[in-house]
């Protein structure tokens, strides 16, 4: 019978069997007498090791030519090897190469990013890369249970779109059969239509922002998590979006401690974060005192915060903090004003902890039809536009609220990565729509 095909990630379940493994060789050292590989077959990375006598001659010298990302299969014995990470190494019996690669282009030396952009498609290879994406995923997956477990529905959003939920100035167009169409900057505004049919609503998919800015923060295409809510206000959507990043922050602190090590990331403000009683809550006004107090004398009340603004502020704490009720100027058409303070609207960012900016944008939505249609006109929005979005304030218009979680802006933070470029698979950059 034929030795059975194993996971590398499983190999320290499999100590002192015969196993066959199939990979692309990673790395490989060793001339003489004893020789060693690296493989990796997208579950992890594993030690091939074999002597003179382990292997017939023409497998041993394939060993001493192997060339990085050739294909192979290999079969041995699963033994213990403390010094790797894995804890075991595969010591071999039998080797043969399935495919070959010449001259791969991402060497071990060090390359450049742009170098590596150029090459996503294989620089995803990477053990660096491998990492990010698990992170990835896992927070992924904590985010849809963190919402099934508070009762919320998942309802998807479309993509293309007639409005412009976020301003008309980054919107992408298409063409839609003659009509003008855009891609979607948000699901907001049909989640709040969701809300009102299944009360908890949440969607979680691409979203695209014509920004032609090239800084860390900024992706043209990046995902958002968006749940909105029936009968929440601020304070529940607050703690709503605190409890969101908590759950992250604790899955992937339990399950992903490997890649977190593999990143070289300082797990204290992650532990801080998940370990909290709460994130602290700083109104806009309190805000403008911390900026005017650090390094930021000329801000002027009413403006908006920017990166270096958001620095300052977070700089004040170890875990992320929520920022609320900004003046309406600040915000999108669709923030309730504030009922005690007509100059704010019940709005809230949450700002990640070491510089990574906001994460979080959410609040309270204006219920009422006439505050909203001078909302629209304020901001040049032709009712037409948005006719049905302004029916959910003519029949039974409900107090809700929700907010917006940038996967990517989180995720960067999460792995403490210094560009959100890495924590997409194929980021689409300003400057960059290939591969
Ligand atoms: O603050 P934003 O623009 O909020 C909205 O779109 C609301 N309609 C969301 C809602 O209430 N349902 O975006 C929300 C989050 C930001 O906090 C940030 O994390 C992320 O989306 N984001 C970006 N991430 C990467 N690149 C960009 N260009 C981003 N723009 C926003
Ligand atoms: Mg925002």
Aim: aromatic residues 10%; contains cysteine; negative net charge.
């Amino acid at each position: 019978m034929e030795t059975p095909l194993a996971e590398i990630r499983n190999l320290p379940q499999l100590k002192g069997r015969t196993v066959r493994l199939r990979g692309w060789v990673w790395n490989r050292r060793g001339s003489g007498r004893i020789r060693f590989a690296q493989l990796r077959d997208g579950t992890g990375f594993a030690q091939l090791v074999a002597g003179e006598e382990d292997l017939d001659a023409e497998s041993f010298e394939l060993l001493k030519r192997l060339s990085q990302e050739s294909l192979v299969e290999a079969e041995g014995t699963v033994a213990e090897n403390g010094r790797e990470a894995l804890g075991v190494e595969l010591r071999l019996s039998a080797l043969r190469q399935l495919s070959g690669s010449e001259d791969y282009p991402i060497t071990h030396k060090e390359h450049g990013t742009d170098f590596l952009m150029d090459r996503r498609h294989l620089w995803l290879r990477s053990p660096r890369q491998r990492a990010i994406l698990a992170i990835r995923d896992r927070m992924e997956r904590s985010i849809h249970a963190y919402f099934h477990e508070q009762g919320f529905l998942r309802v998807d959003a479309p993509i293309f779109t007639d409005n412009a939920c976020e301003g008309t100035t980054t919107l992408f167009s298409a063409e839609y059969f003659g009509s003008p169409a855009y891609l979607s900057q948000s699901g907001q505004l049909y989640m709040e239509a969701a809300a009102a049919a299944v009360g908890k609503a949440y969607c979680f998919g691409p979203t695209f922002r014509a920004e032609n800015s090239n800084t860390r923060r900024h992706l043209t295409e990046f995902w958002m998590v968006e749940p909105e809510a029936a009968f929440m206000e601020l304070p529940e959507d607050m703690a709503l979006g605190e409890g969101l990043i908590k759950r992250i922050v604790a899955d992937v602190l339990g399950e992903c401690g490997p890649e977190l090590a593999l990143l070289g990331r300082d797990l204290a403000p992650l532990r801080a974060t998940a370990g909290c009683a709460s994130f602290p809550r700083l109104a806009y006004d309190d805000a403008v005192e911390v900026l005017k107090k650090n390094g930021a004398p000329d801000f002027r009340w009413g403006d908006d915060f920017g990166g270096p603004h958001e620095t300052i502020i977070a700089q004040q704490y170890s875990t992320p903090v929520i920022v609320h009720r900004y003046p309406c100027a600040c915000k999108a058409f669709y923030m309730k004003k504030d009922p005690e303070d007509a100059r704010l609207s019940l709005s809230m960012d949450i700002l990640a902890p070491e510089g990574f900016g906001e994460i979080v944008g959410g609040g309270q939505r204006e219920t009422d039809l006439e505050t909203l249609l001078e909302g629209f006109a304020k901001h040049g929005i032709a009712p037409s536009t948005l006719d049905w979005y302004l029916d959910l304030r003519k029949y039974g218009t409900f107090p809700h609220a929700g907010f917006g979680l940038g996967l990517e802006r989180t995720l960067a933070w999460v792995c403490g990565l210094p560009h959100v470029r890495e924590t997409v698979p194929f980021p689409r950059l300003p400057n960059r729509l290939h591969p």
